[in-house]
């Protein structure tokens, strides 16, 4: 009987946890599911099923839906590569102990915790035409010909919010890669200098392979952020110029609010899910590949 109300006790501790799964986790889903298979303007009172047509259209119709899905990619691409690169390079200054790396630590890891609508709107600035302080600086360097309105530019808006969101999304990288090279015991590398390793070999032959979960952890993460970007599309270019800068989430938010397409856009959710799963489960079949040899 003591037994019996021990374990009960222990499942009333995790019931409030387990009705906020199911009231705001649980529910919504196949809300969106159901939505999914309807025809719905988010107001009225009548909605018309018609099944799978909407994920129909997604998949084989909606080409600025594909069109913002390699926008994501795009930058996602452009993340996993310079940005979390950047944060590598960084985190091997500081595990160092150079001189300032507590400082230096600190001000890498402010851009993430900032609003991204303010970082949004601050790089707005910096990259306004014609007085930007981008643009005032290529002038002053006699760059003139490289002035333009890069956010307006469809050659270069793209880019340029995606250089604000490595900006921002570096010092993510940063503190985990940092927090893995200390993690490494230091008397590998004392070892390594014994017998005669230079600092790559080091690098190669005893960071790289013992940092490899801290990558695929980073990867993963980078990945998932990335693909899901928007406050900072909404504050620098709001999708435009024309589709350039649209992302699944601006996507999902036009059809929904522009549109009046409740139901195509839940349909357009949960397709961007099932690629974020894809993914995710593609990058952890890899990552356990490589783990294994």
């Known amino acids: 009987m003591v037994k019996r109300w021990y374990t009960l006790t222990n499942y009333l501790f995790i019931l409030p946890?387990?009705?906020?799964?199911?009231?705001?986790?649980?529910?919504p889903f196949f809300k969106v599911f159901q939505l999914s298979l309807m025809s719905w303007d988010g107001i009225s009172s009548n909605m018309?099923?018609?099944?799978?047509?909407?994920?129909?259209?997604?998949?084989?119709?909606?080409?600025?839906?594909?069109?913002?899905?390699?926008?994501a990619a795009w930058i996602t691409f452009l993340a996993l590569t310079i940005q979390n690169g950047i944060a590598l390079?960084?985190?091997?200054?500081?595990?160092?102990?150079?001189?300032?790396?507590?400082?230096?630590?600190v001000i890498f890891y402010l851009p993430p915790v900032l609003s991204?609508?303010?970082?949004?709107?601050?790089?707005?600035?910096?990259?306004?035409y014609p007085d930007g302080i981008l643009n005032v600086a290529l002038v002053h360097?006699?760059?003139?010909?490289?002035?333009?309105?890069?956010?307006?530019?469809?050659?270069?808006?793209l880019n340029a919010v995606a250089a604000v969101h490595m900006w921002r999304g570096f010092g993510w990288g940063f503190v985990i890669f940092l927090a893995g090279l200390q993690n490494i015991p230091q008397q590998i590398y004392e070892a390594a200098r014994v017998d005669g390793a230079n600092a790559w070999q080091r690098f190669w032959y005893i960071t790289v392979p013992l940092m490899i979960p801290v990558f695929i952890l980073v990867?993963?993460?980078?990945?998932?952020?990335?693909m899901q970007i928007y406050d900072i599309i909404a504050a620098t270019t709001n999708g435009g110029p024309g589709y350039h800068t649209e992302v699944p989430v601006t996507r999902i938010l036009a059809s929904m609010q522009g549109a009046g397409r409740f139901?195509?856009?839940?349909?357009?959710?949960?397709?961007f899910g099932l690629i974020l799963l894809t993914v995710?489960?593609?990058?952890l079949w890899v990552s356990n590949k490589m783990k294994r040899e």
């Open 263 to 271: 139901g195509y856009a839940c349909a357009q959710g949960i397709a």
């Open 89 to 105: 390079i960084l985190a091997l200054l500081c595990a160092n102990d150079i001189k300032g790396g507590h400082v230096y630590r």
């Open 141 to 157: 360097m006699g760059l003139k010909h490289l002035v333009r309105d890069w956010l307006a530019d469809p050659k270069t808006a």
């Open 219 to 226: 990867s993963i993460l980078t990945i998932l952020g990335s």
């Open 48 to 71: 018309q099923f018609v099944g799978l047509a909407n994920f129909v259209e997604v998949f084989t119709q909606d080409k600025v839906w594909w069109s913002s899905v390699m926008n």
């Open 17 to 27: 946890a387990l009705l906020l799964f199911l009231v705001f986790g649980l529910y």
């Open 280 to 283: 995710s489960m593609l990058q």
């Open 116 to 128: 991204g609508i303010v970082i949004g709107l601050i790089w707005k600035w910096i990259f306004r």
